[in-house]
């Protein structure tokens, strides 16, 4: 690795990773900027938790059932023009609720299925992007290409939520008009992305053969199957991020700008450790890092429920983004190191669901707990059911906390 890291010490100086750099960070901004839009439509359309809750579990079942198609995709189709196809109908979906919101006839019934509509292209998109990355970068920057493209999500998580805030005071079809025109902008970069290896395409099954095959090889693989377990328990009970306009409004008295500042606090702390991690990868005892990490997200989940001060919520939620992205860059580079290249597809479209899972599916549960315990109790008990996550994954998953890396 210290050679590899002399002749070539950054993925910035591979030209394919620009591009795809470049359309991670407009796709992440439309992503992020789709989401504060669309949680406030609806939140002024309705004023109910539920109704937050129901955004992401639109947003979620796509990818529950079209995660084995897409997996499928992304091992036997260009992986490029998968996710470029997946990147304009996102734009054209979210152009749709801009037309919907100046005709003056918009419900939350339409607003739930164009969210379905971008969560089934998201669908596609995420397996394809993933798996690309290691056919841009020699195999020894791997870490650091995923810290620098985490950053690139992070700038735009960053960036975007406020952004959005500015833009909703412009009025809902604005905003929704902005956030489709950088869908365009991530899709014009992808189109200009050359990866170095095409999707392989060893032989002909069917995409549900496929996937149970990727299924087989992530329970097969103890190290895989607690990594994204983790994820996806830790998060699906100690996520917030839905709550965000109950929480600006209702504990906090901000309106939209803070709502953005708020959306944008986890970027900011998840960015700063992007940068970090770029030039020092994790190295040593880094499943037992990736735990720790948990935890203090979910004790920073727990701080949260009892914060009655914006400065003090933006400092909370500024630790949780920079906990969030050490369990993030370990998470896919052993995901992604881990797992064949014909393979690499399936395993991250399992992933996805796992991802998919801990936040829209998380966002869902967090609004059915706000809606029965009340926001405070939800908020809290979310990051108890984190804290509880990591001690069991400790003590079931000794292949976690043995994990090595770096070195």
Same mark, same amino acid.
């Given at each position: 690795?210290?050679?590899?890291?002399?002749?070539?010490?950054?993925?910035?100086?591979?030209?394919?990773?620009?591009?795809?750099?470049?359309?991670?960070?407009?796709?992440?901004?439309?992503?992020?900027?789709?989401?504060?839009?669309?949680?406030?439509?609806?939140?002024?359309?309705?004023?109910?938790?539920?109704?937050?809750?129901?955004?992401?579990?639109?947003?979620?079942?796509?990818?529950?059932?079209?995660?084995? $198609?897409? *997996?499928?995709?992304?091992?036997?189709?260009?992986? #490029? !023009? @998968? /996710?470029?196809? +997946?990147?304009? &109908? %996102?734009? =054209?979906?979210?152009?749709?609720?801009?037309?919907?919101?100046?005709?003056?006839?918009?419900?939350?019934?339409?607003?739930?299925?164009?969210?379905?509509?971008?969560?089934?292209?998201?669908?596609?998109?995420?397996?394809?992007?993933?798996?690309? $990355?290691? *056919?841009?970068?020699?195999?020894?920057?791997?870490? #650091? !290409? @995923? /810290?620098?493209? +985490?950053?690139? &999500? %992070?700038? =735009?998580?960053?960036?975007?939520?406020?952004?959005?805030?500015?833009?909703?005071?412009?009025?809902?079809?604005?905003?929704?008009?902005?956030?489709?025109?950088?869908?365009?902008?991530?899709?014009?970069?992808?189109?200009?992305?050359?990866?170095?290896?095409?999707?392989?395409?060893?032989?002909?099954?069917?995409?549900?053969?496929?996937?149970?095959?990727?299924?087989?090889?992530?329970?097969?693989?103890?190290?895989?199957?607690?990594?994204?377990?983790?994820?996806?328990?830790?998060?699906?009970?100690?996520?917030?991020?839905?709550?965000?306009?109950?929480?600006?409004?209702?504990?906090?008295?901000?309106?939209?700008?803070?709502?953005?500042?708020?959306?944008?606090?986890?970027?900011?702390?998840?960015?700063?450790?992007?940068?970090?991690?770029?030039?020092?990868?994790?190295?040593?005892?880094?499943?037992?890092?990736?735990?720790?990490?948990?935890?203090?997200?979910?004790?920073?989940?727990?701080?949260?429920?009892?914060?009655?001060?914006?400065?003090?919520?933006?400092?909370?939620?500024?630790?949780?983004?920079?906990?969030?992205?050490?369990?993030?860059?370990?998470?896919?580079?052993?995901?992604?190191?881990?797992?064949?290249?014909?393979?690499?597809?399936?395993?991250?479209?399992?992933?996805?669901?796992?991802?998919?899972?801990?936040?829209?599916?998380?966002?869902?549960?967090?609004?059915?707990?706000?809606?029965?315990?009340?926001?405070?109790?939800?908020?809290?008990?979310?990051?108890?059911?984190?804290?509880?996550?990591?001690?069991?994954?400790?003590?079931?998953?000794?292949?976690?906390?043995?994990?090595?890396?770096?070195?």
């Amino acid at each position: 690795m210290a050679e590899a890291d002399a002749a070539s010490p950054s993925p910035w100086r591979q030209p394919p990773f620009r591009h795809y750099w470049l359309a991670r960070l407009c796709t992440a901004a439309g992503f992020q900027m789709q989401a504060v839009v669309v949680g406030w439509h609806v939140y002024q359309l309705t004023g109910a938790a539920l109704d937050l809750g129901l955004v992401g579990l639109f947003t979620f079942l796509p990818r529950l059932l079209l995660t084995p $198609l897409a *997996g499928h995709a992304a091992d036997h189709y260009p992986r #490029r !023009a @998968v /996710a470029l196809l +997946a990147q304009s &109908v %996102q734009g =054209a979906a979210v152009l749709g609720l801009a037309l919907l919101s100046l005709s003056g006839h918009d419900s939350r019934q339409a607003v739930f299925v164009l969210a379905a509509l971008c969560g089934a292209a998201r669908t596609f998109e995420m397996p394809a992007t993933q798996a690309l $990355l290691p *056919g841009i970068v020699p195999g020894a920057l791997f870490p #650091r !290409a @995923v /810290a620098a493209s +985490a950053s690139a &999500v %992070q700038a =735009a998580t960053l960036a975007a939520p406020a952004i959005a805030g500015v833009v909703l005071g412009l009025g809902t079809t604005t905003a929704y008009v902005a956030t489709g025109l950088l869908y365009v902008a991530a899709a014009l970069a992808m189109s200009r992305l050359r990866a170095q290896a095409a999707a392989p395409v060893a032989h002909r099954e069917g995409f549900v053969e496929a996937f149970l095959a990727g299924v087989r090889f992530v329970r097969q693989q103890r190290l895989l199957l607690g990594v994204m377990s983790l994820d996806l328990f830790a998060v699906l009970l100690g996520g917030a991020t839905a709550l965000l306009p109950m929480i600006a409004d209702r504990l906090l008295h901000t309106g939209t700008l803070g709502l953005g500042l708020l959306r944008s606090a986890p970027a900011a702390g998840a960015l700063l450790m992007s940068v970090w991690l770029g030039r020092h990868a994790p190295r040593g005892a880094v499943g037992r890092q990736m735990l720790i990490a948990v935890a203090v997200f979910g004790l920073l989940t727990v701080a949260l429920a009892a914060s009655r001060w914006l400065w003090l919520s933006l400092l909370l939620l500024l630790g949780l983004g920079a906990a969030d992205m050490v369990s993030v860059v370990i998470r896919q580079t052993m995901v992604q190191l881990g797992t064949p290249d014909a393979m690499r597809g399936r395993v991250s479209a399992l992933n996805a669901i796992f991802i998919g899972a801990s936040n829209q599916l998380g966002e869902f549960e967090s609004g059915i707990t706000a809606a029965w315990f009340g926001l405070v109790p939800s908020i809290a008990l979310g990051g108890l059911g984190t804290l509880l996550v990591v001690a069991l994954w400790w003590r079931l998953f000794p292949e976690l906390t043995a994990a090595r890396g770096g070195e």
